[in-house]
Every structure is written in structure tokens, then in C-alpha cells.
């Protein structure tokens, strides 16, 4: 059993609420925006449903919700329609009666009046409040907000478009949650690491980050590179910072240089600016990645200080034509060989005329593989003024992931020479 | 035990899993894509619960989800780390054992050791499988599926990267639920549209589509290409697309060839295949893309048959030196301009001596525009051995938007030249 901290950040859930929400196009964006803020002042969200106009499924989803943790904020059904079922659902899952409220009844009649309309019959659902609550202002709509302190934990109901929901958080909820949590701090931090797959690296640093409840740490293989997310909490962001730093640099220790990112920068952000600060000049030739690398380097505003030239060489009269490479090797070693990446990277840089030239060939499938060269194997090639080298990679994956990597290994080469 | 609807949906809930989808910055999006799939099959999704690795929440999320529903869809947790407790809770929340099954032991083996390397000690944890379960292969990662039939209720546990995902559904847990799911079949199908805005669009069409309420239409902005989406239900299949046929003729009778795509194609397939097709070569010169075109051409299998050549000319040197543009041109029109455009798409094509040669030059920005040449300038150009077109392009966006709009126009440009 771990020692208990005093400080325990308050546990938060979300529940979204609206049919609408459930179609396959569209996403709950409010708990994003929501979570940003209840992180902001110390409050964890735990959990997050999404659930239909559905009585029964949202009736338990409040209850349990309520149960489990201190915040529960929902989103959405409190219109004026039969479907606006959150008012009623909420009413019967705390066990509070819901009661019309004729302040907030002549404030609807007067909005609309304010309009020149008159309020529809419907509007008056509005009206309904739970017994106890107090309700929320929306000067963006008719449908107010309640509050309710229930049992140990706070429950909002929010409208679901956002122009009502966040004015209606910030102003009245974000005060209230922020003193019940007696401003605990979180604070995330991510690291982004080359080179190593998920397990590899769990490997190396779980005795390390086991050992610290706070922060918390989480390995992901985010689409295609490998991140560890590190997450603290404490009075203060400063104390917060420290204790993320007495973990980072413990995996810094361990991991060294394959840690290429401390703030969630991407590999092209990392060697993009060490371009643009030394003052150095790159080309590129690539085979089976088609571009990827001159892509990602050029989807950086300003990368014209420093990249030069690409060339996508998918044939070997190409390669030559090009890139310089000499028939000879092609024919020898084949197009997917050491000698033609440093043949390529050489070709490249001495065309564009740049300090660096770095290259890529390799085989990314499905089909082209073989038993000698297989699918995934690939070799990338850097060259400057003085020295050329190259690497030799297998990589596993799909076609997409095996140019992916080959790209992002060809960068994380140019950021070692870099360093 | 119910009586069961012949006609009624069967109902679905998909849990994902995952503290890092508990960021303000992340959302889960294989739900999106489950619910479309699910859909499909005549499935409704009823509730999606976002979790993460806490134990607690998660096991009561299953046992309320697999007593709510015939469905349970569950996605990610199946890692070989200390946070991946999905195969762990499941059981517990289903009454199950958890057992090593040795075959998938060896097939966790093979698969490290077909990359030449040895399996981690923590990946046999992922070689545990619920009693009663079926194994789902998992052909993109180490992580296998289960498929469960629990008490009425059929239950997957999915991989959370969406290429593993995926295929595993597809290939495993569709046809098993569209058997239980019977006879309402809901078919989909989505026309992509090119050069046109989304209004522009709606204005054309909705004459045609508001007289119709089966199939449903929707139009999206899909990120970055106009979509419009039917959906139409009926008992059978054939049924279905008899009904999505009357309104798709009507749509392309209006439309005519700014459809580019009648079952989701993406833009390059779609001139990728045509190439292929026609047997022609294709050579490609980039600046203000920085080889988007290449990248998206040559992530598909095969394009090595007609993609020769891509140059990235990010410097006005580059242009010269390796497409062959006149400085003249340079000097008199600019870099960003129509001569110029027109010389790289003659250049690239002499070079690399293909049947087509398709340029882009143009400002994406933030920075390097003027009053005269603002941002969203681009020239596109085509040329074959007897032509060479261009169009001038002012384009809304930032900068990725930019660069992605100028190669869809581009692509759009080749294949209306196919046609």
C-alpha cells in the first residue's frame, strides 16, 4: 500500500449528452476544452461518456458518475425539446424533484420578448430546476445552467454548444470547482524518443519511473513514434516542475540522446531548428519514402533557410540521371544497398550544393521484398564536406509505418550529427 | 431472457482505453471509425465511455456495458506495459481466468525474432488470454485481439493504434456481428467532390437531396476534401444501393466530373490508377508543396509502374540548376508565377524524359506574401509532349491547408487531362 498524499487532486467525469454526439462524424469536443481547464486548476478527469438521448443509459451514467468522483460536469440536453432529456434524468438519479422556477421562467419569456417573440409553450421546460440547485446564467441562450452540491461531489449541467457552455464554466463553475480543490497544480510533460520500440524502452526506464507515483508516467506509441507522458501535481506549478525534472533527468540518464524532444516537438521541428541555428544547408534524395522527409522538414514555415533540394528518385535512370549514382553500383549492389545510399546522399548534396545531403532506399512493400532484401530493410546515408556514413535498418510495419520510420530515422541520423 | 425484435437494432457500446486519451489534447477517435463499420451492419451505438488505466472505472465500465448491451467494443490497453490492464480487468469484470496460451507465446516469438530481434520478457504478459475466448490475429502488431461470447453479449478487445485495429475488426469481428445483427442492412456511400467549397456545393445539390429521406445526406468538409456522404437502409443490400443509385445519378448529372471519387477513393488513387491504367509516367516538380505530391502518389503500393521522378525545388537555384528554368523567367515573373510554373512542369518532364510532367510553385506562407502576391498564390501546370496548361490559384488557409489544396488541385488538374 503507497503512503496516502494529502494532496489527492480532485477526480473529475464528463458526460456528454446528445444522440448527435454518437454519429460516426462527429466528436464530443466540449470534455477536450473542459479538461484543459478543470487540469488547469488541479481536477483529474477520470472518465468521459457519451451517451444518447437515452433515459435509462443516462440515469446510470449520473449515478455512477457521481458515486465514483468528486466533479461531474455534463454537457448538452438541456434544450427545449422532447429529446432534452438532462434536467428530468438528472433530477431522478440524484433523487431530487425537479420544480419550475418562475424567476428563470420570466427571464426565458423576457429574452425572447427582447427579440420581439414570443416564448414557445416548449421554452418552459426550461424553466425546471432541481430541487436545490442554483441556477447558471446563459446570456448566449435560453437554457441556464444548474449547480448542484450533492453528497460530497459538485455536478454541473452545462449546455452543449459552446458559445453557451464555456462562458457559463469560466464564469460560474471554474470559481467554485477551483476552491474545492485548494489549487493543486497539474502539470504534464512529454518526451519524445528515436530509435526504440515501446517494449525496449519500458524495459529500460520502468525501474525508474516505478519507483514515483508522482509523477504519474505512461508509455504510448502515439501513431508512429514513441512518447513518455509524465504527469505531476502539487501546490504550485514550480514544485510541480521539479518533480517532473527529478524523473526526466533520471530518464535522461538512461535514455541519453535518443530523447529528442522535451516539450512534444516533433523530429522535424528538432532538426529544423538546429538547421536554422547553425546556419547549415541540407538536400535530399529519397527512394521509398517518395518525399516524406521533404514533406515533413517543408511543412515548417520558413524551412527555406535551410532546405535546399529534393529529389524523389523511384527509378534507377533516376538515380543516375540525377543523383550521379553510378551504374555500375546500381548493378552490383542493387538499387536498395549501402553503396547507392552514400552514392545517393553524395549525389544529392553535390548537386544542391548544401553542407548536408542525406538520402533514403530501401523496400517498403507490400510487394518487392525477397528473402536477401526483404520487406522493411532500408538504408539511409548522410554526407557532409568530410565523411559519408550510412545506416542499415529492418523495419517492421505497413508500407506507411515502414516509410514513416525510414524518414524518421534519416532525421534522427541528421539530428546525431547535429548534436 | 427478452423476446427478441426481429427488426430491432442490435445495440452496441464501445469503451477505449487509455489515460492518454484523458488529455486536453487528444480524443479517441477508433470510436468514430467502430461506430461507422458498426453502422453498417445495423448496429446502433448507444454509449461510449473514454477511460483510463484505473482499474477501478474500468472493470465497472465493462460489467454496466456488457449488462446494458448485445455489443461491447473495447479499444486499446492491450500493450505488453505495466498500464496496459485491459486483458486483466476484463476478466475480472467478466468472472473469467486469465491463462498463458502458449501459441500465441510463439507467435509473440517469431514475430520479434522475424525483425532478428528477441521478444521482451514483458511481451509474454500480452500471450495471456481470457478462458473462453478466441484469439484474434493481430498481423500489424504484437498485441492480439479476444473475441468473447459472454451471457448474450459478444465482447471485443481491440489494439488502440487504428492500423492494428483496424484490420482485426474488419477481418474478425464484422462478420461475426453482422450475423447477429440479421437482416436491416445500412449502406453508405461517399461521392468526394473537387474545386468546390462546401456551400457552393450545397447550393447545387440540395434540390436534389432534400427530396430524399432515405438515403440520408450529409455534406462534410472532411478535413481537407468536400464529401458527400448517403446513407440509405433497406432490407437488403441490393435494395440499399438501388436506392443510394436514383441519387447519386442525380448528383453527378449536376456535378458532372467535379466527382472524382464514387466509393471513397482518395485523389491519388484515383489518378494513381489511371496512370496505371494508361500506362503513362509521371514526373513531378514541387516548391511551395515540398513534395506533398510525390509523398501522396508513392504511399500507394505499385507507384513505382508510373511515378519516375520528383524534384523539390525549394531555391530559385534548384530551379534552374535541376528543372532547367531560365533565370530570365525568374527574374522577370518571379518564382511564384505562371512562365515559371509552366518551365518546371517542361523541365521535370524533359529530365526525367515521362509522358507528364505536373509542377506547383506558389506562397503556402505564414510569411513571404505581398499585396501583389499574398498568400494562397499558386500555379499549377501540366505538360505533355505537345501542351503545357497552367491555372492560378488563390486558396484559403494556413499553411498545411494551403499546401494540401495546391497538390489536391494539382492531382485534380492531371486527372482531368486523363480523363
Redesign the interface.
Known amino acids: 500500500m503507497p503512503p496516502t498524499f494529502p494532496q489527492q487532486p480532485l477526480t473529475a467525469e464528463i458526460i456528454a449528452i446528445g444522440s448527435e454526439l454518437?454519429?460516426?462524424?462527429?466528436?464530443?469536443?466540449n470534455s477536450?476544452?473542459l479538461?484543459?481547464k478543470l487540469?488547469g486548476i488541479g481536477i483529474e478527469?477520470?472518465?468521459?461518456?457519451?451517451?444518447?438521448d437515452?433515459d435509462?443509459?443516462l440515469e446510470?451514467?449520473i449515478r455512477?458518475a457521481v458515486r465514483?468522483s468528486r466533479v461531474v460536469i455534463t454537457t448538452g440536453g438541456l434544450g427545449p425539446t422532447e429529446d432534452d432529456i438532462t434536467r428530468k434524468v438528472a433530477a431522478r438519479a440524484l433523487g431530487r424533484r425537479l420544480l419550475l422556477d418562475e424567476k428563470v421562467l420570466d427571464w426565458i419569456k423576457a429574452r425572447f420578448e427582447s427579440f420581439g417573440r414570443k416564448m414557445p409553450e416548449r421554452n418552459s421546460r426550461q424553466a425546471m430546476v432541481i430541487d436545490g440547485s442554483e441556477v447558471l446564467d446563459n446570456p448566449n441562450g435560453t437554457a441556464p445552467g444548474l449547480f448542484i452540491e450533492h453528497e460530497n461531489t459538485a455536478i454541473a449541467l452545462l449546455p452543449g454548444p459552446p458559445r453557451e457552455m464555456r462562458p457559463m464554466f469560466e464564469s460560474f463553475v471554474q470559481p467554485r470547482l477551483a476552491e474545492k480543490s485548494g489549487s493543486l497544480r497539474v502539470v504534464?510533460r512529454v518526451l519524445r524518443v528515436a530509435g526504440m520500440g515501446?517494449?525496449?524502452l519500458?524495459?529500460l526506464i520502468?525501474p525508474v519511473y516505478?519507483q514515483y507515483e508522482n509523477p504519474?508516467t505512461?508509455?504510448?506509441?502515439?501513431?508512429t513514434e514513441v512518447e513518455i507522458?509524465l504527469t505531476a501535481n502539487s501546490r504550485t506549478d514550480a514544485e510541480a516542475e521539479a518533480l517532473l525534472d527529478r524523473v526526466s533527468e533520471q530518464l535522461e540518464e538512461r535514455l541519453g540522446k535518443a530523447i529528442f524532444s522535451f516539450a512534444g516537438e516533433t523530429m522535424e521541428e528538432v532538426v529544423g531548428l538546429k538547421l536554422a541555428v547553425g546556419r547549415y544547408s541540407l538536400a535530399?534524395a529519397?527512394s521509398?519514402?517518395?518525399?516524406?522527409?521533404?514533406?515533413r522538414?517543408?511543412?515548417l514555415?520558413?524551412?527555406?533557410k535551410y532546405?535546399?533540394?529534393?529529389?524523389?528518385?523511384?527509378?534507377n535512370?533516376?538515380k543516375t540521371?540525377?543523383l550521379g549514382v553510378e551504374p555500375i553500383l546500381l548493378l552490383e549492389h542493387g538499387a536498395v544497398s549501402a553503396p547507392v545510399a552514400e552514392a545517393m546522399a553524395e549525389g544529392v548534396r553535390t548537386?544542391?550544393?548544401t553542407d548536408f545531403g542525406l538520402s533514403i532506399t530501401g523496400i517498403a512493400?507490400?510487394?518487392g521484398g525477397s528473402e536477401e532484401k526483404p520487406v522493411?530493410l532500408v538504408y539511409i546515408a548522410l554526407a557532409d564536406d568530410a565523411h559519408t556514413e550510412h545506416r542499415k535498418l529492418?523495419l517492421?510495419?505497413?508500407?506507411?509505418?515502414i516509410?514513416w520510420r525510414a524518414s524518421q530515422a534519416a532525421l534522427d541520423l541528421l539530428r546525431h550529427r547535429l548534436i
Open positions: 454518437l454519429a460516426p462524424d462527429r466528436s464530443d469536443t477536450l476544452w479538461t484543459e487540469n478527469v477520470k472518465l468521459k461518456t457519451i451517451v444518447g437515452d435509462a443509459r446510470e451514467a455512477d465514483r504534464r515501446e517494449s525496449a519500458d524495459e520502468a516505478l504519474q505512461s508509455i504510448l506509441f502515439n501513431q507522458q535530399v529519397e521509398c519514402t517518395g518525399g516524406l522527409i521533404a514533406q522538414l517543408t511543412a514555415p520558413g524551412a527555406s532546405f535546399i533540394e529534393g529529389v524523389v528518385s523511384y527509378s535512370e533516376s540521371r540525377t548537386r544542391a550544393g512493400g507490400p510487394d522493411g529492418n517492421p510495419g505497413d508500407r506507411n509505418l516509410r
